[in-house]
């Protein structure tokens, strides 16, 4: 059935401005005849605000004596986040499916912001530190479809976790010496003492699986940290490998025997790797720091490679947490976490893993401040579209070589994952949710991402 596009039901209808139409024009104009002697830039100074910037190429004769100057790649398009909305959400919207890793629920009471709960309950996933002091109640009153986490540290526990914990759990060197973690905590060895420390959190699970639909355990790696004696038998080598991910397999397939409707995720960072023992039990995994710098390869190409390869080899029903951050461009914790405006490269890199994570059905986006400081209500345009239900699997090559896209009822994602722009042509006018224009031709820039919403009835 034929439909017009539309926001969803959690926010009113966008209204075209009068800027929109100038904007529209000049777009038009910059994606003319490969002989256009003029290029259109289009940038946002706000989330309701956008600026044209005209530059002429250097072979071009200048209409006026001082050209006016290309924005700074450090300051292009800076903009603030908006906070979700905290109206129920309608069970009818069919959007990019949303994460939100909120284990640090501190960064979340602390903040001032009122109804943290209703506003929480606006993405599809969130997951939450045990601890939270928030009404699991008036979120699912909110979003009755939400899917709540619980998080749980594996690698060293924290809060009401280490109530029972044993000193003889801490993970040590081959001369006794404890390890501690980069975020100033011991670690837990869980192969020591019959994995005594595994058995301790499905204790502490099972105290609270009621409240909960699943768990990410956070930092199930797939080796355990340099110089940990996992065996304790004063050597370091590969047994101390296979301990590790013995004790790792055992949570999981406890896990699995004790909460068999749960969604049973981990995160290691990088996603795992194909082959991997964990997901016998696991229904996927987190790519924490996707398209960053911070754990590794920050392309699209090995996200694009990770989540097809935890969708194929997860549990049913397969669930894949791409999670961007502002960990890039060898931006520092403490730069995160005093970050008060995006760059244009961080609205980049947001598309593109928003856009990416609707090429699958088995994916979930979220963004954020980055390791250690998850715990944000940020909230952007393309978070709002109501795409409708996939036509079918995703094409590639679709709009030139190296494009991803996949059609929709109410219009089309394309992802562009080359070092080049790209230019698509539509039949019929189309809004670009980003950029807030509506035309038939659109540019794409490198390594980007657009959501283009069909206007009107699709034919």
């Given at each position: 059935?034929?439909?017009?596009?539309?926001?969803?039901?959690?926010?009113?209808?966008?209204?075209?401005?009068?800027?929109?139409?100038?904007?529209?024009?000049?777009?038009?104009?910059?994606?003319?005849?490969?002989?256009?002697?003029?290029?259109?830039?289009?940038?946002?100074?706000?989330?309701?605000?956008?600026?044209?910037?005209?530059?002429?190429?250097?072979?071009?004769?200048?209409?006026?004596?001082?050209?006016?100057?290309?924005?700074?790649?450090?300051?292009?398009?800076?903009?603030?986040?908006?906070?979700?909305?905290?109206?129920?959400?309608?069970?009818?919207?069919?959007?990019?499916?949303?994460?939100?890793?909120?284990?640090?629920?501190?960064?979340?009471?602390?903040?001032?912001?009122?109804?943290?709960?209703?506003?929480?309950a606006q993405w599809d996933v969130i997951i939450l530190n045990p601890d939270h002091h928030l009404s699991l109640d008036r979120i699912r009153q909110t979003n009755p479809d939400i899917r709540i986490l619980v998080w749980i540290p594996l690698q060293g526990p924290s809060g009401s976790l280490y109530d029972g914990?044993?000193?003889?759990?801490?993970c040590r060197t081959v001369d006794g010496t404890t390890l501690i973690a980069p975020w100033n905590e011991p670690l837990a060895n869980p192969y020591a003492d019959d994995c005594g420390y595994v058995y301790h959190v499905l204790d502490y699970l099972q105290d609270r699986h009621q409240h909960y639909d699943g768990?990410?355990?956070?930092?199930?790696?797939?080796?355990?940290?340099?110089?940990?004696?996992?065996?304790?038998?004063?050597?370091?080598?590969?047994?101390?490998?296979?301990?590790?991910?013995?004790?790792?397999?055992?949570?999981?397939?406890?896990?699995?025997?004790?909460?068999?409707?749960?969604?049973?995720?981990?995160?290691?960072?990088?996603?795992?790797?194909?082959?991997?023992?964990?997901?016998?039990?696991?229904?996927?995994?987190?790519?924490?720091?996707?398209?960053?710098?911070?754990?590794?390869?920050?392309?699209?190409?090995?996200?694009?490679?990770?989540?097809?390869?935890?969708?194929?080899?997860?549990?049913?029903?397969?669930?894949?947490?791409?999670?961007?951050?502002?960990?890039?461009?060898?931006?520092?914790?403490?730069?995160?976490?005093?970050?008060?405006?995006?760059?244009?490269?961080?609205?980049?890199?947001?598309?593109?893993?928003?856009?990416?994570?609707?090429?699958?059905?088995?994916?979930?986006?979220?963004?954020?401040?980055?390791?250690?400081?998850?715990?944000?209500?940020?909230?952007?345009?393309?978070?709002?579209?109501?795409?409708?239900?996939?036509?079918?699997?995703?094409?590639?090559?679709?709009?030139?070589?190296?494009?991803?896209?996949?059609?929709?009822?109410?219009?089309?994602?394309?992802?562009?994952?080359?070092?080049?722009?790209?230019?698509?042509?539509?039949?019929?006018?189309?809004?670009?949710?980003?950029?807030?224009?509506?035309?038939?031709?659109?540019?794409?820039?490198?390594?980007?991402?657009?959501?283009?919403?069909?206007?009107?009835?699709?034919?």
């Amino acid at each position: 059935m034929d439909r017009p596009f539309r926001w969803s039901g959690r926010r009113a209808a966008m209204r075209k401005a009068p800027m929109a139409i100038l904007l529209s024009m000049l777009f038009l104009a910059a994606c003319g005849s490969p002989g256009t002697p003029r290029v259109v830039v289009v940038t946002a100074t706000s989330v309701r605000q956008m600026v044209v910037v005209t530059t002429t190429p250097a072979d071009t004769p200048e209409p006026a004596p001082t050209p006016t100057p290309e924005p700074s790649a450090a300051t292009v398009n800076p903009l603030a986040w908006q906070l979700p909305p905290t109206t129920p959400v309608d069970s009818e919207r069919r959007g990019p499916r949303l994460v939100n890793y909120a284990h640090r629920y501190d960064l979340l009471v602390t903040s001032g912001i009122p109804d943290i709960e209703e506003r929480l309950a606006q993405w599809d996933v969130i997951i939450l530190n045990p601890d939270h002091h928030l009404s699991l109640d008036r979120i699912r009153q909110t979003n009755p479809d939400i899917r709540i986490l619980v998080w749980i540290p594996l690698q060293g526990p924290s809060g009401s976790l280490y109530d029972g914990f044993r000193p003889s759990w801490n993970c040590r060197t081959v001369d006794g010496t404890t390890l501690i973690a980069p975020w100033n905590e011991p670690l837990a060895n869980p192969y020591a003492d019959d994995c005594g420390y595994v058995y301790h959190v499905l204790d502490y699970l099972q105290d609270r699986h009621q409240h909960y639909d699943g768990v990410l355990y956070d930092c199930m790696w797939m080796h355990p940290r340099s110089g940990a004696d996992i065996n304790e038998d004063g050597r370091l080598d590969d047994l101390d490998v296979q301990a590790f991910q013995s004790a790792m397999l055992t949570l999981l397939r406890e896990t699995r025997q004790r909460f068999p409707g749960w969604i049973i995720t981990g995160n290691g960072g990088l996603p795992w790797p194909p082959g991997s023992a964990y997901y016998q039990y696991a229904n996927g995994n987190m790519h924490e720091n996707a398209l960053g710098d911070q754990f590794g390869d920050p392309g699209w190409s090995y996200m694009w490679w990770a989540y097809n390869t935890v969708t194929a080899e997860s549990q049913e029903p397969p669930c894949h947490f791409i999670n961007v951050d502002v960990r890039a461009s060898t931006r520092s914790q403490t730069q995160a976490a005093h970050l008060n405006l995006l760059t244009e490269d961080d609205l980049r890199r947001l598309r593109l893993g928003l856009v990416g994570s609707m090429l699958l059905d088995s994916g979930y986006f979220g963004f954020d401040r980055g390791d250690c400081l998850h715990g944000q209500l940020w909230w952007f345009d393309e978070y709002d579209v109501d795409v409708g239900d996939a036509l079918g699997p995703y094409s590639q090559d679709l709009y030139g070589p190296g494009t991803f896209s996949r059609e929709f009822e109410n219009g089309v994602v394309i992802l562009n994952g080359t070092d080049s722009p790209i230019r698509v042509e539509l039949d019929t006018t189309h809004l670009d949710v980003s950029l807030r224009l509506e035309a038939t031709t659109f540019l794409i820039p490198p390594n980007d991402a657009r959501i283009l919403l069909v206007v009107g009835d699709r034919e």
